[in-house]
C-alpha cells in the first residue's frame, strides 16, 4: 500500500474503465509533475522509500509543505497535508507530523452513537462513523492509498483520507534484508470522494475491488473476487450501495504477506455529491476483524456539517 496527497474533487481515480493496470498508458486523472511517492511537484527535500503496508505493498510516509518535507510514521499508510485535506493543497511553513494530534478535528458533537467507541470525522466530506476504542483516529489531512507496484511513480489507484488504522504494526518484516522493518496494519477505514463514478453501485464494488488488489493481490487480478453491490441503509437513515470484495489463493512470497477483505459502501453527501466510506483489512488470520464489526462500523456512517 502505498501513500500519497489528495487530488481536488477525490482521493482516486477510476482505472476499471480502461484499466490502468501494471503501467498501463491511460493517463492518470491527477496527472502533475510528480516526484516519487505520486506527489506533485513540490520543494520535496526528503522521500525515502517507505516500509511495505498491506500485505506487502510498499507505503510512504511524507508531509509536503511550500517550503519543506517532513516524513513521519505510517501505519497502514498516510499522507499528511498540512491545512490541505481533500485538495491536497499544503500550507506554509513546515510542521512535523507528530505534533498534529490524532483528535484533531475527529470531535463529533453529538458523541459516537456505540457508547465506549471513538467519532471519526472527514471535515472536507461532511462524514462521520465511529470505530472501536482500539483503533487509532489519524488527523483529518492524513491519506491513505495504494499504487499499482509496477509504476515508479507510485501514483495512487485508490484511496482515503482522515482514516482509523487497527494495529499499526500487526505485522513487521525485512524481506528485502535491507536492515529495516516494514509494517502491516491489520485493518483500517476511512471515507473519500468518488467523483469519477458513474452511481453508488459501481464506485462500492471498484472501490471495494482496487483496495484489495492494490493492498494485498497484485499483480493478480484473477485473485480477486468482488461481489454484487447491494442497498443498504444506515442506523442514521443514510441510503447506498454497499459490496465487498476479497482475495484468496495468493502464494505468500513474504513473512507479512496476506489476503485481504474490502468492504465499501456508496452513497451521497449533502451537496448530492457521490462519496464513499471503505474497510479495507487482512483476511484469513486469527486476528481478522469479523465481518460483524464491519457491518456495525458501517451502520454507524452518517452526515455531518462539512468545513472543507
Not at 498534529?100 to 475527529?106: K, M, N, R, T, Y
Not at 451521497?268 to 476483524?289: I, N
Request: charged fraction near 20%.
Amino acid at each position: 500500500m502505498t501513500n500519497g496527497p489528495q487530488p481536488p474533487g477525490g482521493e482516486h481515480p477510476y482505472p476499471g474503465q480502461g484499466q490502468q493496470r501494471n503501467g498501463g498508458a491511460a493517463p492518470h486523472p491527477w496527472a502533475a509533475p510528480t516526484v516519487a511517492s505520486g506527489v506533485p511537484a513540490h520543494p520535496l527535500l526528503s522521500a525515502p522509500r517507505p516500509p511495505r503496508q498491506g500485505g506487502g505493498r510498499p507505503t510512504a510516509v511524507v508531509a509536503v509543505c511550500a517550503v519543506a518535507a517532513v516524513v513521519a510514521a505510517a501505519g497502514i499508510a498516510g499522507f499528511l497535508v498540512f491545512g490541505g485535506g481533500d485538495d491536497g493543497k499544503a500550507a506554509a511553513g513546515p510542521t512535523p507530523a507528530d505534533s498534529v494530534a490524532a483528535s484533531d478535528g475527529l470531535a463529533d458533537p453529538e458523541g459516537p452513537l456505540v457508547p465506549g467507541w471513538k467519532t471519526v470525522v472527514n471535515p472536507t466530506r461532511g462524514i462521520a462513523f465511529d470505530v472501536p476504542a482500539e483503533w487509532a483516529p489519524k488527523p483529518t489531512g492524513w491519506v491513505s492509498y495504494v499504487a499499482d507496484d509496477s509504476d515508479p511513480d507510485e501514483k495512487p489507484i485508490v484511496g482515503f483520507s482522515a482514516p482509523a488504522i487497527l494495529k499499526e504494526k500487526w505485522c513487521l518484516s525485512d524481506d528485502d534484508h535491507n536492515g529495516t522493518q516494514e509494517e502491516t496494519a491489520l485493518a483500517s477505514v476511512g471515507s473519500r470522494g468518488e467523483r469519477e463514478a458513474r452511481n453508488a453501485e459501481e464506485a462500492a464494488r471498484e472501490n471495494a475491488r482496487l483496495w484489495v488488489y492494490g493492498s494485498y493481490a497484485q499483480p493478480h487480478e484473477d485473485k480477486v473476487t468482488t461481489g454484487p453491490a447491494e442497498p443498504f441503509t444506515t442506523r442514521s437513515g443514510l441510503t447506498g450501495s454497499v459490496a465487498t470484495a476479497t482475495s484468496s489463493g495468493l502464494e505468500a512470497k513474504g513473512r507479512c504477506d496476506f489476503d485481504g477483505r474490502a468492504t465499501a459502501f456508496a452513497f451521497k453527501d449533502g451537496k448530492g455529491q457521490l462519496v464513499s466510506w471503505t474497510f479495507v483489512g487482512v483476511r484469513g488470520v486469527a486476528d481478522e476483524v469479523p465481518d460483524q464489526t464491519v457491518r456495525k462500523i458501517l451502520s454507524t456512517v452518517r452526515l455531518v456539517e462539512a468545513t472543507g
